[in-house]
């Protein structure tokens, strides 16, 4: 079975340093406020109690999301954690035919996997302040539209393109 016909548990899973904590939350508000079902580890707290964490992370990065959305920065290179969620991501993106991984770079630290040949947005050049200004007092920014129609027969791909429009407006 491909990506397009995989019914996932997340549409989006977040992988971040606690030092983009903040970005991360608002990512994940604004998506759930729009009826994406994202992995964030804050919103799955009470599920996670008690799990093997290596290799439930494992799972969710490589198996259970359709997308990945990567915040990468010297402190997302340096922790264990994330790089076992960058592993486990890379796993799946090697079997792929299609974008899974969405990096979001912090500053131009290299990542072992994540070769300069993909693209990825750089957040430094876009205003800190637009990072949560698109949902804020419950706002819905037009990008998130197609994000809606993640469910529908053009779900993988809108989402993926909302994704990516949301990232290269500035959002993040």
Known sequence: MGTVDTIFEYDVAISFASEQRTEAEAIAQCLRSAGVSVFYDAYEEAALWGKNLYDHLATVYQHQARYCLMLVSAAYAAKVWTTHERQSAQARALTEKTEYILPVRYDDTPIPGLLPTMQSWRSWRASPSRSVSGCQNGSRPAWIEPV????????????????????????V
């Open 148 to 171: 809606l129609r993640a469910g529908t027969s053009e779900g993988p791909s809108s989402l993926w393109i909302a994704l990516k429009s949301w990232i290269f407006m500035g959002w």
